[in-house]
C-alpha cells in the first residue's frame, strides 16, 4: 500500500534526524543545502480546513495582560503591510520574492502584552498541527500574521485565511491554518518538533534536525 505524504516525510525526519546542524553560519541569500524554486509549494498535513472569514478567530492567551480573542473584522482593523521575503523549507527548496500581506506580529504582542515571565510561543493550527518559538522571534520585522499571499487573500492551499509567517526559519515553524497562540513560561515541541526536527529552525545553520533520538518514535 502506498504511504502518504505525510507518512513519507515522518519516515524521512525519523531517518535524517541524526544529522548534526552546522557550527557556522552561511552567508548570502540562498541557505545552504537549499535550492530554488519558481512556486511556492504546497506542504501541510494533508488535512484543508474550510474557514470562512465570518467564523474566523485568534485565540490569544497564556502569560499575557490581555487575553483575546479576535475575529476577522478586529484582524482587518490593525495595521496592515505588504512584506516581500524569501521562503525556506526544510525539504531543501527556497522560494524567492514571497509578497505576503497582513499584520505585524509586533502589533499583536502589543495588543496582548506579554509578561515578563513568557519567553516562548505555541501555535495551534485548525488542522491540529503545533509549532514552537521563542517570542523574541516574533519582534522580527517580517514576522506577520499573514492574510493574503502576491495581493490576494491567502487560500486555503497555502494556509487561509490566515497564517504565520516566519521568513528568518524553515517553513515549518510558520504555522498554516492558525487558531490559537499561546504565550509560556517554558518551551513546548511542536508536531515536528517532537519528530526530530530542530527546535531552533535557522537556515543558514542548516538546523533541519535535533540530532537526537527522539524517545518513543518510531522509525
Not at 32 to 45: A, I, K, S
Not at 59 to 86: C, K, R, Y
Amino acid at each position: 500500500m502506498a504511504r502518504t505524504y505525510l507518512e513519507r516525510k515522518e519516515a524521512w525526519a525519523a531517518k535524517m534526524r541524526s544529522v548534526p546542524p552546522r557550527t557556522e553560519r552561511v552567508e548570502g541569500r540562498l541557505p545552504p543545502g537549499q535550492h530554488t524554486v519558481r512556486e511556492l509549494p504546497v506542504l501541510d498535513l494533508g488535512i484543508h480546513p474550510q474557514v470562512a472569514t465570518s467564523d474566523w478567530q485568534l485565540q490569544i492567551g497564556g502569560l499575557v495582560e490581555e487575553p483575546l480573542v479576535m475575529d476577522w473584522q478586529a484582524l482587518m482593523a490593525l495595521p496592515q503591510v505588504e512584506i516581500t521575503s524569501d521562503f525556506h523549507c526544510v525539504t531543501t527548496w527556497s522560494k524567492y520574492d514571497c509578497c505576503w500581506g497582513g499584520v505585524p506580529m509586533a502589533e499583536i504582542l502589543d495588543l496582548v502584552k506579554p509578561t515578563d515571565d513568557a519567553g516562548f510561543v505555541l501555535f495551534a493550527s485548525h488542522d491540529d498541527y503545533t509549532t514552537n518559538l521563542p517570542v523574541a522571534a516574533l519582534f522580527a520585522q517580517d514576522a506577520l500574521l499573514a492574510t493574503s499571499l502576491d495581493s490576494e487573500s491567502l487560500s486555503v492551499r497555502h494556509g487561509g485565511p490566515a497564517r504565520v509567517v516566519i521568513p528568518q526559519l524553515y517553513a515549518w515553524k510558520s504555522a498554516k491554518f492558525i487558531r490559537k497562540i499561546d504565550f509560556l513560561a517554558e518551551d513546548a515541541p511542536g508536531y515536528w518538533e517532537q519528530r526530530g526536527y530542530s527546535n531552533t529552525a535557522d537556515p543558514w545553520l542548516e538546523e533541519r534536525f535535533s540530532g537526537k533520538e527522539v524517545p518513543g518514535w518510531r522509525d
